[in-house]
């Protein structure tokens, strides 16, 4: 069992930058793959990125070059930097755990673990 809690959300002008964080407890976090996802009102969760246990990092489209995904295993966290920041990031920011490891997947349905989420609002 993994307990997920997301930190550093705000508002912010566009162009500006957040560091989102994202404290893990319980046992065997340096196995899971994590991930970020975010849901905007009235649109579907969206997958982000992830970072594999080994570090490796995946990102969509939407933010690749732009957001960047870390973990630090010591601290049992992950982290989403999120710069050049547009009024479209808006949205409600989750971290997610996979159990799974075998390959990156994007499917929020798919992961086992969730945070409480933490609101991004980006002002135009």
């Known amino acids: 069992q993994v307990q997920l809690v997301e930190s550093g959300g705000g508002l912010v002008q566009a162009g500006g930058s957040l560091r989102l964080s994202c404290a893990a407890s319980?046992?065997?976090?340096?196995?899971?793959?994590m991930a970020w996802f975010r849901q905007a009102p009235g649109k579907e969760r969206e997958f982000i990125g992830t970072?594999?246990?080994?570090?490796?990092?995946t990102y969509s489209d939407s933010v690749k070059g732009r957001f960047t995904i870390s973990r630090d295993n010591a601290r049992n966290s992950v982290y989403l930097q999120m710069n050049s920041l547009k009024p479209e990031d808006t949205a409600v920011y989750y971290c997610?755990?996979?159990?799974?490891?075998?390959?990156?997947?994007?499917?929020?349905?798919?992961?086992?673990?969730w945070g409480q989420g933490t609101q991004v609002t980006v002002s135009s």
């Open positions: 970072i594999e246990w080994a570090g490796r990092t």
């Open positions: 319980g046992r065997s976090f340096t196995s899971y793959n």
């Open positions: 997610a755990a996979d159990r799974f490891t075998g390959w990156v997947r994007t499917s929020d349905r798919l992961y086992d673990y």
